[in-house]
C-alpha cells in the first residue's frame, strides 16, 4: 500500500513539475534560457530592477573571494556591498562563481532560475492538492491556479528571487501534511532546510515560512498538552533551526550590516482591495473584466490580484456556505485550522500595516516608534500576504471538490470552467508577456564600441553627482571594471557616493587620472562639463543618451 500511495505521488509531483514548465514556456518562451544572451535583461522588464540583479552578479563574479562571502568588492568602491541586497539570489550567485572558470564571458542564471521556479511550484502545488484531493485529474487541472497565479508572474524577471514562491507551497505542504503525524525531528530538518534556501534567496521569504513554522510546532504542543519534555524538544529544535539560518545569513552577509531598518513601511503595503485589483508595474491589462481601482503610490508593491476565476469561485463557495450555513461545521473548521487562520490573519494584518487603506482612504492607527521600527526591516509589507492568497486559492479548489454533491465527472467540469474564467480574464497580461520575449532588444551603452574601445585599460568608472543608474552599474560590470556606484537595496555607501563629488572637483579643475573612466546623468554636471571642458585637450567628452562621459586622453 505504501509503495503505491509512494508512486501515486511521484506521479502527481512529476505532473505538476511539467505543467510548471509548460507555463514557463508559454509565458516567457525560449529566450530568457539562454545563459549566453543577455539583451533582454540589459533592455530592463517592466521596471528597471532586473538591470539591478544583474548587476550584482557581474561584480560578484569578478571581485575576489572575501568574507562574508557574498561582498563585491568592485561594487560601491571602496565600500564594496553584498549582492544579497541587490537581490542577485545570493545561493545561485555563489554556485556559479564557483564555476566561473568554465563559464563563457557572458553568462546570465535569471532565466534557467526562474524556469526552475515554475517546475517547483507545480511540482509542490500538486503535492499540497493531493493532501486533500485524491482525483489526479482534478488536481491537474487546479495546478494551473498556482502556477498562472498573477503574484508569480507579477514577480518573475521583475523581482526574479521573489519568483520562489514555491517555498510558500512547500512550506503549507509540510505543514499540512505532518500535523496529524508525529514524524519526529524530520519536519524540523526540513522546515530548517526551507529557511536555508529562503535566506538564500530572498530574506523576505524567512518571515512567511517561518511563521508557518511556528505554528506547525505550536500546535503539537498544543495536542500534546503542553508536556514538558515535549514542549522543550520543539523549542529546542525551533531554537536550532534559527541559529543554523542565522549563521548562514552572517556567512553571506544578508544579516549583520548596520542599516537593515528602511524607510517605507506602510508606504509599500497592501490596500484593502488588493484582492480584486488588477494593476501593478509594467501597465499590464491583468483583467478583461474587471476595472483598476484606486491605491496609494507605493501599493503597487502590494500587486495580490487573486483573478476573476478565483473571486467568482470564492463568492460562489460563500454564498454556498450562507445557504447551507451549520454552525457546528463551521466550529470544527476553526478548532481544525485555528493555527493557520491565525496566523493567516497575522500575516494580513502586517500586509496591511497600521495605516489601514482602502481604494484612496486612509486610517492611520498609532504604533511605537521602536515597532515601526522593527516593522520597517520588511518594508514592502504587502508580500507578506503571499501565504494567504496561495491558502484563498487552494481553499477555493478544495471545497469545490469536497462539498459538491455530484459526481467527479462533473467536478472536473466546474474547475475547468473556473480555470477558463482565470486565465481568459487574463488572456492580455498572458500575450503581453510573451511577446515581450519576441521584441527587439533596445541598444544601451553596452553596446556602443566607441565606449568598448575607451574603457579598455581602466580600473574605476566614476560616477559622479549621479543617482544610482543600474544601466551604468552592468556596464562597468560587463567590462570588469569596478565602479562607486552601488545599486543596492541597503547598506552605508556614504564613501562611495562621496568619491564621486571630490572626483568631480578635481575633472571641473582639469586634474585626470587616466585610469578613470568619468561620467555623470546630472543635467547641471552635464552643462557646467560641457563649459569648463570645451577646450581641454586632455580629456574627450561624449554624450550618449542621458549620459555624458570625460575620457581621459
Given amino acids: 500500500m505504501n509503495s503505491l500511495i509512494g508512486k501515486r505521488k511521484i506521479r502527481i509531483a512529476f505532473a505538476g513539475a511539467i505543467i510548471g514548465v509548460i507555463t514557463f514556456l508559454i509565458l516567457y518562451g525560449i529566450t530568457p534560457l539562454s545563459v549566453t544572451n543577455d539583451s533582454w535583461i540589459l533592455q530592463g522588464y517592466d521596471e528597471l530592477d532586473i538591470l539591478q540583479h544583474y548587476a550584482g552578479w557581474l561584480h560578484f563574479r569578478n571581485s575576489p573571494w572575501t568574507f562574508p562571502l557574498m561582498q563585491a568588492e568592485t561594487l560601491a568602491y571602496p565600500t564594496g556591498t553584498i549582492i544579497s541586497f541587490t537581490d542577485s539570489i545570493p545561493l545561485v550567485a555563489l554556485v556559479f562563481k564557483l564555476l566561473t572558470n568554465l563559464l563563457p564571458d557572458t553568462f546570465q542564471y535569471f532565466g534557467i532560475f526562474t524556469l526552475m521556479?515554475?517546475?517547483?511550484?507545480?511540482?509542490?502545488?500538486?503535492?499540497?492538492?493531493?493532501?486533500?484531493?485524491?482525483?489526479?485529474?482534478?488536481?491537474?487541472?487546479?495546478?494551473?491556479?498556482?502556477?498562472?497565479?498573477?503574484?508569480?508572474?507579477?514577480?518573475?524577471?521583475?523581482h526574479t528571487a521573489l519568483g520562489s514562491q514555491w517555498l510558500i507551497l512547500a512550506a503549507l505542504y509540510l505543514y499540512f501534511g505532518n500535523r496529524d503525524k508525529e514524524k519526529g525531528v524530520s519536519v524540523d530538518?526540513?522546515?530548517?532546510?526551507?529557511?536555508?534556501?529562503?535566506?538564500?534567496?530572498?530574506?523576505?521569504?524567512?518571515?512567511?515560512?517561518?511563521?508557518?513554522?511556528?505554528?506547525?510546532?505550536?500546535?503539537?504542543?498544543?495536542?500534546?498538552?503542553?508536556?514538558?519534555?515535549?514542549?522543550?524538544?520543539?523549542?529546542?529544535?525551533l531554537f536550532i533551526s534559527l541559529m543554523v539560518t542565522v549563521a548562514e545569513g552572517y556567512v553571506l552577509g544578508t544579516l549583520g550590516v548596520n542599516e537593515v531598518r528602511r524607510w517605507g513601511y506602510s508606504i509599500y503595503s497592501m490596500n484593502l482591495n488588493a484582492l480584486w485589483n488588477p494593476t501593478s508595474v509594467g501597465g499590464y491589462k491583468w483583467s478583461l473584466f474587471l476595472a483598476k481601482q484606486n491605491q496609494f503610490s507605493g501599493q503597487y508593491d502590494g500587486f495580490n490580484y487573486v483573478g476573476l476565476g478565483i473571486l467568482f469561485a470564492t463568492v460562489r463557495c460563500a454564498i454556498y456556505i450562507i445557504s447551507m450555513f451549520n454552525m457546528d461545521k463551521i466550529k470544527l473548521f476553526i478548532k481544525n485550522y485555528i493555527g493557520i487562520i491565525f496566523l493567516s490573519l497575522c500575516f494580513t494584518a502586517f500586509a496591511v500595516t497600521n495605516v489601514i487603506t482602502f481604494n484612496s482612504a486612509a486610517i492611520t492607527i498609532p504604533i511605537p516608534e521602536y515597532l515601526l521600527n522593527l516593522c520597517s526591516i520588511f518594508r514592502s509589507s504587502g508580500r507578506l500576504f503571499y501565504p494567504v492568497y496561495y491558502l484563498i486559492i487552494l481553499f477555493v479548489?478544495?471545497?469545490i471538490y469536497n462539498n459538491l454533491n455530484i459526481?467527479?465527472?462533473?467536478?472536473?467540469?466546474?474547475?475547468?470552467?473556473?480555470?477558463?474564467?482565470?486565465?481568459?480574464?487574463?488572456?492580455?497580461?498572458?500575450?503581453?508577456?510573451?511577446?515581450?520575449?519576441?521584441?527587439?532588444p533596445q541598444l544601451t551603452i553596452i553596446d556602443d564600441s566607441y565606449l568598448m574601445e575607451r574603457i579598455k585599460g581602466k580600473e574605476l568608472v566614476v560616477s559622479m553627482l549621479s543617482a544610482d543608474d543600474f544601466e551604468l552599474v552592468c556596464f562597468a560590470g560587463k567590462n570588469n571594471v569596478a565602479t562607486n556606484r552601488s545599486c543596492a537595496n541597503t547598506g552605508d555607501y556614504s564613501r562611495a557616493f562621496g568619491m564621486g563629488a571630490k572626483e568631480y572637483e578635481k575633472i571641473v579643475n582639469g586634474e585626470f587620472e587616466k585610469d578613470k573612466l568619468y561620467v555623470t546623468t546630472d543635467p547641471l554636471a552635464v552643462a557646467e562639463l560641457k563649459y569648463v571642458l570645451a577646450s581641454n585637450t586632455d580629456a574627450t567628452l561624449y554624450e550618449t543618451g542621458r549620459f555624458l562621459f570625460v575620457i581621459p586622453n
Avoid at 137 to 156: C, D, G, Q, S, W
Fill in 117 to 158: 521556479c515554475y517546475m517547483l511550484q507545480g511540482l509542490f502545488a500538486a503535492l499540497l492538492a493531493e493532501l486533500f484531493i485524491d482525483n489526479e485529474k482534478y488536481i491537474a487541472v487546479a495546478v494551473p491556479f498556482f502556477t498562472f497565479a498573477p503574484i508569480l508572474m507579477e514577480r518573475a524577471f521583475r
Fill in 407 to 440: 459526481k467527479n465527472s462533473r467536478k472536473m467540469v466546474v474547475i475547468s470552467l473556473v480555470l477558463c474564467l482565470q486565465l481568459g480574464d487574463m488572456m492580455p497580461v498572458l500575450l503581453g508577456k510573451h511577446l515581450h520575449f519576441l521584441n527587439e
Fill in 189 to 237: 530538518i526540513k522546515f530548517t532546510l526551507l529557511t536555508l534556501l529562503s535566506i538564500g534567496i530572498h530574506p523576505y521569504f524567512l518571515p512567511m515560512v517561518y511563521g508557518i513554522y511556528f505554528f506547525y510546532i505550536a500546535e503539537r504542543v498544543w495536542r500534546n498538552s503542553f508536556k514538558f519534555r515535549y514542549t522543550i524538544k520543539r523549542a529546542a529544535m
Fill in 397 to 399: 479548489i478544495v471545497f
